[in-house]
């Protein structure tokens, strides 16, 4: 295999599959963090003009963590769709950009495809795209979902309502989601992170926002964030889970320090499909972020972007709902800036979508990083044009348990009239049935107290 | 002629002939759109006041077509301002000596780098490592540690306070106190070389917490047992929101110094240290991610 290439007559020779891909990635500090990065802006494109001329076999033939050393790149490999894999593994992920760009690849061609790609294969071409070429590719794949209603199909947007409370005070939670859903947020979940991981506050949690949907009639879907051994004990409580969640990493070890394994995942979703609220058929929620890996020390050396798309290699097995990238909420040592965020969020969205996942971005910064309000809201508006299935909703976006900036309930609604976007359709029809929203704002917009 | 060439000339002769857009219509004077402000318990509405006896999230803030009040915009951009500037504050080089503590400095040399290299944070640089050994007391039961951490501001604000509280309270419960250091660029871990090197049975680092917006003055404490390099998260006790509107200083210092002899009792800390016995002592100290409720202020007024 070649892996050296010459710009203006200085050659650079990289030693593995594993390297090129690193370098090839756009500047992102957690790479330098790791010591793997490209040394300077001309050997990442000496990285990148190699990584072009590698074919799609030779990424799965060398995946960044060996199938001996990690139960995910065996999931990936023994349970790859050979078919798929087949019509696409001659080509170099040169031709693959080229490929996926043509106007005579449409949705329904990159969802036949989408089960015989490796996570590898999806970072590498990432590498390769702008923005814009990111943007183009994401908003052909079709990736619809159903729980009690419908999501990522085309001309939507949707929102995770997340009302967050420091102490799960749940009529403080209740306070903030009726805000939420009087400004037409909440389609993909309402979902919240609670501040005590235990299966009696996850339940009593559950039972009171299903207490809200069911006296309000609204079609959508309740979780509670807390870790999936304590939700496996809350279904045993009985509680009413329209989705079970699960943060993961891009690898065992990155998995070991979030407390799961395939083995754990494999037997969660077996109980959750038969306890769960929704009828489904998807049920699960994912939360994923560049950078995890290595915050474990469980990286092997391989850039946080390639470890990223082996996060959706592992949620596909799962069939999920939801999956979300937290694309700046791991700080500025992973991430430092706007644009750095921005282009991660760009290519979260990508690589999932192109796996057929139903990506969704919590488009979000840390006060330690060295983002802005207004690049934020940018970012937002490019993922909804890029065909983002949902964004997170909070109020003025401020969230106040985990002390960081994401979407407003406000930003929901103005994205979605700014492209001519439009809620699930389920919820979409009890937003103009309740006065809230047809289009723009109605009569009760903006009005909690238009909730019972 | 083409038809083509025929097509253009006239649209062209069209749209020469006539403004593109109609007139705009004359208007009255522009009625000034209610009084929207930022909710205080003198101005906010029925769901307001409600909410704010539950949580602090900004929430019966109305709206303007879709998007916030200009009131709210200038509230939401202060407390963003306020926890930016909160962050890149730095500590001065001389705080630890005005303070009468041994200064410290991690391998970090400056503050993007501190930003960027948590593994430069978490180590001395050879200097202070000599100065640590020289210096200070060996063999102590509680090391104290004050640092900036991710927010200077708040070190310099009731960190010394905290400190000095803390070292009251562990020698009020006859526990021994190592020479009190303040390190600059410092992250959590730090504690754990610091203590290895003194020798300490407990290392307790006080520093500026991750500022959430407008607030950029709370201060968080971690505890560890056998310190040394090569600890975990999973082998720390920590409490958050040390302040004013959250746990008060003088209250947490308390806390804190049970927690430490509940280390040195039972030989351990983090996921195996058991607090059972210790809640009502302990109170928020028992948490290992708790954060207490805060009234949320209005920060901007402005005069004529």
Same mark, same amino acid.
């Given at each position: ?18 390297e090129?891909l ?6 992102k ?17 000496a ?11 030779e ?21 790859l769709d ?18 996926? &760009? ?5 949705g329904?061609v990159?969802?036949?495809i989408a ?15 702008s ?17 009690r209603?419908?999501?990522?199909l ?40 609670p501040?005590t991981?235990?299966?009696e ?17 609204i ?31 891009g690898t ?11 083995? &754990? ?10 306890k ?13 972020g560049?950078?995890?890996? &290595? ?17 959706y290699?592992f949620?596909r097995r ?21 644009p750095?965020i ?48 949902y ?12 002390n960081y900036?994401s979407?407003s ?16 359709p389920e ?19 903006g009005?909690?107290e238009?909730?019972? | 002629?083409?038809?083509t ?20 219509p ?6 000034a ?5 930022f ?10 006041a ?7 999230a ?8 879709t ?5 709210v ?9 306020v ?7 730095e500590?001065?080089e001389?705080?630890?000596?005005q ?7 991690s ?16 180590r ?13 007391k060996?063999?102590?039961d ?9 927010s200077?501001?708040?070190?310099m ?29 410092a ?7 610091i ?21 950029g ?9 056998a310190? /040394?390099?090569? /600890?975990?998260d999973?082998d ?6 040390i302040?004013?509107r959250?746990?008060?200083?003088a ?10 002899s509940?280390?040195l009792a039972?030989?351990t ?14 109170g ?19 005069r004529?």
């Open positions: 295999m070649r892996l050296s290439s010459t710009i203006r007559g200085i050659g650079y020779v990289f030693g593995s599959v594993k090129v690193a370098k090839a990635n756009a500047p500090s957690g790479d330098l963090l790791a010591g793997i990065a490209a040394r300077d802006p001309v050997e990442r494109v990285a990148r003009a190699v990584l072009s001329e590698l074919t799609l076999r990424l799965r033939e060398h995946p960044v963590v060996p199938y001996e050393e990690d139960e995910l790149t065996r999931m990936v490999e023994d349970t050979e078919q798929a894999f087949r019509a696409v593994a001659h080509l170099t992920v040169g031709q693959f950009r080229e490929w996926l &760009l043509e106007t005579k690849t449409t329904p990159l969802r036949s089960k015989g790609l490796t996570p590898e294969m999806a970072a590498g071409v990432c590498k390769l795209m923005n814009l070429d990111l943007m183009v590719v994401s908003k052909k794949c079709e990736v619809v979902v159903r729980a209603n419908t999501v990522g085309l001309g939507r947007l949707s929102s995770r309502l997340q009302p967050n409370h420091p102490t799960d005070d749940v009529q403080g939670i209740l306070m903030s989601l009726r805000e939420g859903l009087s400004y037409g947020c909440g389609d993909a979940v309402l979902g919240v992170n501040a991981d235990t299966p506050s996850t339940a009593e949690i559950l039972k009171a926002l299903t207490e809200v949907m069911e006296r309000n009639a079609p959508t879907q309740q979780c509670v964030l807390s870790h999936v051994t304590v939700q496996m004990k809350a279904l045993e409580l009985g509680a009413p889970m329209g989705l079970m969640f699960q943060s993961l990493s065992e070890g990155g998995n070991r320090a979030f407390g799961i394994s395939l083995g &754990l995942m494999d037997e969660a979703y077996a109980m959750m499909k038969a769960r609220y929704a009828p489904g058929p998807n049920v699960m929620y994912f939360e994923t560049q950078g995890s890996a &290595l915050s474990s020390a469980a990286h092997h050396g391989a850039d946080q972007l390639t470890l990223e798309a082996r996060c290699g949620a799962y069939e999920p709902f939801l999956v979300n990238t937290v694309v700046g909420f791991i700080g500025p040592e992973y991430l430092e800036d706007g750095q921005t282009r991660a969020g760009l290519e979260d969205h990508f690589m999932g979508k192109l796996l057929g996942l139903p990506m969704g971005c919590d488009a979000c910064f840390t006060y330690h990083a060295a983002m802005s309000q207004d690049e934020l809201e940018g970012l937002k508006v490019l993922l909804a044009a890029a065909g983002c299935s964004l997170m909703s909070l109020p003025v976006g401020d969230d106040i348990m985990l900036q979407t309930f406000h930003d929901i609604p103005s994205v979605q009239a700014l492209l001519g976007k439009r809620p699930a919820f979409d029809a009890w937003l103009a049935e309740r006065g809230i929203w047809d289009g723009g704002p109605g009569e009760r917009f009005d909690p238009v909730l019972r | 002629m083409s038809a060439r025929e097509l253009i000339a006239g649209l062209k002769a069209r749209l020469e002939a006539s403004s593109p857009l109609e007139p705009p004359p208007l009255a004077k522009v009625e759109p209610p009084h929207r402000i909710p205080t318990p003198r101005t906010r509405g029925r769901f307001a409600k909410a704010a006896a539950h949580t602090t900004l929430v019966g803030i109305g709206h303007v077509g998007r916030y009040a200009t009131d915009v200038l509230q939401f951009q202060a407390e963003l301002a926890a930016h500037q909160a962050v890149y504050t500590l001065p001389s705080f630890a000596s303070n009468g503590l041994l200064p410290l400095q391998r970090v040399t400056g503050h993007r780098e501190f930003l960027l290299r948590p593994d430069l944070g978490r001395l640089d050879d200097a202070s490592l000599a100065r640590l050994k020289a210096e200070a060996r063999g102590v509680v090391q104290p540690i004050l640092a900036d951490g991710l200077a501001v708040a070190c604000g009731a960190g010394v306070e905290l400190l000095r509280a803390f070292v009251t309270a562990c020698e009020a419960r006859g526990l021994t106190v190592g020479t009190p250091v303040c390190a600059r660029f992250r959590v871990w730090l504690e754990d070389e203590g290895e090197v003194t020798g300490a049975r407990v290392a307790a680092i006080l520093l500026g917490e991750r500022p959430g917006l407008g607030t003055d709370g201060l968080s404490a971690y505890l560890v047992h310190p /040394k390099l090569g /600890k975990t999973g720390r006790n920590m409490m958050s929101n302040h004013a959250g746990t008060p200083p209250d947490a210092a308390k806390r804190l110094a049970v927690l430490a509940a280390m039972q030989g800390s983090g996921v195996s240290l058991d607090l059972g016995k210790l809640h009502g002592e302990l928020d100290a028992g948490g290992r991610g708790y954060r207490a409720p805060q009234e949320r202020v209005r920060l901007v007024e402005v004529k």
